[in-house]
């Protein structure tokens, strides 16, 4: 019997996840890493899988081009704001995301930014590099982590993780706000409260929520104009769950002390956005999961998706 046919988007994927996949299936890999839609769905039609990196919009559209044969999908990320979940399985496809193996690494950005946010890492090194250092005792002070408040929007695995993470740097208080008070929260003693309540109380708001139609737009002026003026924001969550604009005012203003972003709407930012000029903004490039062991991880287990589903047995993520 011939391998089941499966489509993969580009050829910089960790080799571990692409050499899982041809044991069992054969693979067209699109040269590169820019293939347009394109060119994927040029590609795609006689695919029983695809398997993807990237932000490949899986939408209807994309689903009739690539007619009957197409049994499964996995995307290389656990977010999944860019697939049609819905319809992906209402025409009874399989469909897999990357959960799990990235909560540590994610984790860890979420607290380098927060540190760099609270003690102005870039603002530092700005000064350094333009030699305005100052050694003057009320120069350049930062937040403290030891007796804060924490707020955490979205009190997931990742958000769990983080929150585990600070721990040792003696947080006050854990509070957290989603749909409906966890379990998981008795672990660090987190306190479930309404956004407003947190917004008011935190002195670190996090956001670890993903962008669903709840979380669209969430933080916006008037979630900026209810946090503490000594309040760091950081999102590792998704870019739109901000609205930009909303979040540059608040900088800008000094309505709040500081940001630290791994996601940002849109991205990538473009070089020349006003954001990218602020002293109280640490930002990096949605890198939150780029560490080899865990972009390595996250490929094995997407393959693993993709085979177990061509087999018939469960995927080991499915959504
Ligand atoms: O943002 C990263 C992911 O969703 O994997």
Same mark, same amino acid.
């Given at each position: 019997?011939?391998?089941?046919?499966?489509? %993969?988007?580009?050829? @910089?994927?960790?080799?571990?996840?692409?050499?899982?996949?041809?044991?069992?299936?054969?693979?067209?890999?699109?040269?590169?890493?820019?293939?347009?839609?394109?060119? !994927?769905?040029?590609?795609?039609?006689?695919?029983?899988?695809? /398997?993807?990196?990237?932000?490949?919009?899986?939408?209807?559209?994309? #689903?009739?081009?690539?007619?009957?044969?197409?049994?499964?999908?996995?995307?290389?990320?656990?977010?999944? *704001?860019?697939?049609?979940?819905?319809?992906?399985?209402?025409?009874?496809?399989? %469909?897999?995301?990357?959960? !799990?193996?990235?909560?540590?690494?994610?984790?860890? !950005?979420?607290?380098?930014? +927060?540190?760099?946010?609270?003690?102005?890492?870039?603002?530092?090194?700005? #000064?350094?590099?333009?030699?305005?250092?100052?050694?003057?005792?009320?120069?350049?002070?930062?937040?403290?982590?030891?007796?804060?408040?924490?707020?955490?929007?979205?009190?997931?695995?990742?958000?769990?993780?983080?929150?585990?993470?600070?721990?040792?740097?003696?947080?006050?208080?854990?509070?957290?706000?989603?749909?409906?008070?966890?379990?998981?929260? *008795?672990?660090?003693?987190?306190?479930?409260?309404?956004?407003? @309540? #947190?917004?008011?109380?935190? *002195?670190?708001?996090?956001?670890?929520?993903?962008?669903?139609?709840?979380?669209?737009?969430?933080? @916006?002026?008037?979630?900026? @104009?209810?946090?503490?003026?000594?309040?760091?924001? !950081?999102?590792?969550?998704?870019? &739109? %769950?901000?609205?930009?604009?909303?979040?540059?005012? &608040?900088?800008?203003?000094?309505?709040?002390?500081?940001?630290?972003?791994?996601?940002?709407?849109?991205?990538?930012?473009?070089? *020349?956005?006003?954001?990218?000029?602020?002293?109280? +903004?640490?930002?990096?490039?949605?890198?939150?999961?780029?560490?080899?062991?865990?972009?390595?991880?996250?490929?094995?287990?997407?393959?693993?998706?993709?085979?177990?589903?061509?087999?018939?047995?469960?995927?080991? /993520?499915? #959504?």
């Amino acid at each position: 019997m011939s391998k089941p046919k499966v489509l %993969v988007n580009r050829d @910089d994927i960790p080799t571990a996840g692409l050499d899982l996949l041809r044991t069992k299936c054969k693979l067209t890999i699109l040269p590169g890493s820019n293939s347009t839609r394109e060119e !994927i769905l040029r590609a795609i039609p006689g695919h029983d899988g695809f /398997y993807f990196f990237g932000h490949v919009n899986v939408n209807t559209d994309f #689903l009739d081009i690539a007619g009957p044969s197409l049994k499964v999908i996995s995307t290389i990320s656990a977010g999944f *704001d860019h697939l049609d979940v819905p319809e992906i399985k209402r025409r009874g496809i399989k %469909v897999g995301h990357t959960p !799990i193996v990235l909560n540590a690494a994610v984790a860890e !950005i979420a607290v380098m930014l +927060l540190l760099n946010a609270a003690r102005r890492a870039h603002e530092s090194r700005s #000064l350094l590099e333009r030699g305005k250092v100052e050694a003057k005792p009320q120069w350049l002070l930062g937040q403290d982590i030891r007796g804060s408040t924490v707020g955490i929007v979205g009190l997931g695995m990742i958000g769990l993780a983080i929150a585990n993470r600070l721990v040792p740097f003696e947080v006050g208080r854990f509070l957290y706000t989603g749909h409906a008070p966890k379990k998981s929260a *008795d672990e660090i003693g987190a306190e479930f409260v309404s956004l407003d @309540d #947190l917004l008011e109380l935190s *002195d670190f708001v996090i956001v670890a929520t993903p962008l669903t139609i709840e979380t669209h737009g969430l933080f @916006d002026d008037a979630a900026f @104009d209810k946090m503490k003026k000594t309040a760091v924001f !950081i999102n590792i969550g998704r870019g &739109a %769950v901000v609205k930009t604009d909303a979040l540059l005012r &608040a900088l800008k203003e000094k309505k709040i002390f500081a940001a630290g972003l791994d996601v940002v709407d849109p991205e990538p930012l473009p070089k *020349d956005h006003e954001l990218l000029t602020l002293p109280n +903004l640490e930002i990096v490039p949605h890198i939150g999961s780029a560490t080899i062991k865990t972009r390595r991880d996250m490929a094995i287990v997407a393959a693993q998706n993709i085979t177990n589903a061509l087999e018939g047995k469960p995927l080991v /993520y499915p #959504l």
